[in-house]
């Protein structure tokens, strides 16, 4: 008897962009052993969908209207752990690939990186693998056994980056001038800089803040 066919990946887009759906969707219809079964534009469509749909993979955008990629990642994981998600992201920063591993994503794909690695990584996470660009693999590792900013060091930042003076960011978090410019030096430290403008530039590379 001839060997039982093999059902398709089962698969979900959820993407603010239609050209990059559109693209994705081209792509994986040309393959035999995979199907898009959805699309979404933003992470409650994605959610929404994955209940109705219960997709094999879901391919999530990190940064979507309303609701980010990882905050969707996070709701869908919650309801169903066995979900499998990768996100698609243009930032290679080790920061957010490691908010979106620790939220349960099974793999980190670059944008930029998609025509060479998007058929594989689907294959990889859909037989329960993990994926990871390098570059990304890389950064992580660079920065592994750093201390990570603290909460309040990241809203210094954001701050900082609005603009605005030590004594400003002080009044706005109701502390010292003084227990800022404390801050801002551990922050420093932290990032390897030595310049405020140098650690605005070098968080938002990681995906630390978003500018």
Do not use: C
Not at 83 to 111: E, N, Q, V, W
Request: zero cysteines; proline letters at 4%.
């Amino acid at each position: 008897m001839p060997a039982k066919a093999t059902a398709p990946i089962r698969i979900l887009i959820a993407d603010d962009h239609p050209m990059l759906r559109e693209g994705v969707a081209a792509v994986i219809g040309l393959q035999t052993d995979m199907v898009v079964v959805g699309e979404a534009a933003t992470g409650a469509d994605a959610i929404h969908l994955f209940e109705e749909l219960r997709p094999d993979l879901v391919l999530m955008d990190i940064q979507m209207p309303e609701m980010s990629g990882v905050q969707a990642l996070e709701t869908i994981r919650a309801r169903h752990p066995d979900a499998r998600i990768i996100i698609l992201t243009t930032y290679s920063g080790d920061a957010k690939a490691l908010a979106a591993m620790r939220a349960g994503a099974a793999g980190f794909l670059l944008k930029s990186s998609l025509r060479r690695e998007l058929l594989n990584a689907i294959r990889a996470v859909h037989r329960g693998q993990r994926h990871l660009h390098p570059d990304v693999a890389q950064e992580i590792a660079l920065h592994a056994i750093e201390d990570p900013l603290t909460p309040r060091e990241i809203d210094i930042l954001r701050m900082i980056a609005a603009g605005h003076a030590n004594k400003q960011v002080a009044w706005k978090l109701g502390v010292a001038e003084e227990t800022i410019k404390s801050n801002i030096k551990s922050i420093f430290a932290k990032l390897h800089v030595s310049d405020r403008t140098h650690a605005v530039t070098v968080a938002a590379r990681r995906g630390i803040i978003d500018l």
